[in-house]
């Protein structure tokens, strides 16, 4: 019959030290013992846990009781870690191999990524050229296609008593963007809300979610584009700068973030196939690598 893990545990032999001789270790400067030292506090069976292993884990805020408490609980995780892999290894005999060759396999794949992402962030051009944004925009026009309808828009909700609501209206429903820094300023003194970026695009739910249930706004279309609306209390300025409707090809500044990182992931690509080629082409000219 197998003995629980809880009940091997406190049955194997595991030598710890004192609490008190720990935390002499672990909270006081260490700069005395020669670096070469390696300091037991922990065995189990022949599994050993030294204390440069706990020291780098411990947080400097901790008291010396919470800092007792932390060692005390990561002793005991890592017997009880060590007494899992132990009955691991006692059971699994049939399949070793397997997962030896599946961890090697592993390691292996985590090197060479590693090795990968170094070249990338030594090698790698970042900076993607409106014209390579175009050009890629237009070899591949089809697959960007909108899913949702979009919209590029000026709102502001005000007090029906604020001041110069008719030049806030021409500012608004003008197209000098000359008018940018006066709308600005109107804004942050008067307004209860507003939206004002005419250079992004907004998903159209996104947009009449800013209204919740205070408008209808359904009637707005590039025809009829501008739209006042008041209540007791206040009045709704909306100017429909543009619109593409679901279906309609996405404009390039939509989606130009999604094109930079295809761009830049085909060149990371190409890094690593360019420093992979040469890497086999050295190894074959110095007989590194040979077939026999």
């Known amino acids: ?9 406190s049955k194997t032999y595991i030598l710890i030290k004192s609490y008190y001789i720990i935390l002499v270790f672990l909270l006081s ?4 013992f020669d670096n070469n030292d390696e300091v037991l506090i922990a065995r189990l069976g ?12 411990i947080n ?16 005991n995780n890592w017997a009880q870690e060590e007494l899992l892999l132990q009955k691991a290894a006692l059971n699994i005999n049939q399949d070793q191999l397997e997962i030896d060759k599946r961890l090697e396999s592993y390691r292996r794949s985590l090197l060479i990524h590693a090795y990968e992402q170094k070249i990338i962030e030594q090698s790698l051009d970042t900076i993607v050229l409106e014209d390579q944004l175009q050009s890629y925009y237009n070899q591949h026009v089809d697959d960007y296609l909108l899913a949702d309808k979009i919209t590029k828009v000026m709102f502001v909700k005000t007090s029906i008593m604020a001041p110069k609501l008719d ?21 942050h003194q008067y307004a209860k809300r507003f939206y004002y970026n005419p250079d992004e695009w907004l998903m159209w739910n996104d947009f009449q979610q800013i209204f919740s249930n205070e408008l209808d706004i359904s009637s707005l279309s590039m025809k009829n584009n501008t739209m006042i609306l008041e209540d007791s209390l206040d009045v709704y300025f909306i100017h429909l700068i543009n619109l593409k409707d679901k279906g309609e090809i996405a404009p390039l500044e939509y989606v130009k973030d ?15 196939e360019v420093i992979q080629t040469k890497l086999f082409e050295d190894a074959k000219q110095s007989n590194e690598f040979e077939v026999y």
């Open 1 to 9: 019959m197998e003995i629980p893990i809880q009940q091997n545990l």
């Open 29 to 32: 400067s260490c700069s005395s």
């Open 46 to 57: 022949d599994s050993y846990l030294y204390e440069h292993q706990v020291t780098s884990l």
């Open 60 to 75: 400097s805020k901790l008291s010396s009781v919470d800092s007792s408490i932390f060692i005390q609980q990561y002793i």
């Open 167 to 187: 030049s806030l209206e021409s500012w608004l429903f003008d197209n000098d963007t000359l008018l940018i820094d006066a709308i600005e300023t109107y804004c």
């Open 258 to 272: 999604e094109i930079r990182s295809i761009l830049l992931n085909q060149r990371k690509l190409k890094t690593v």
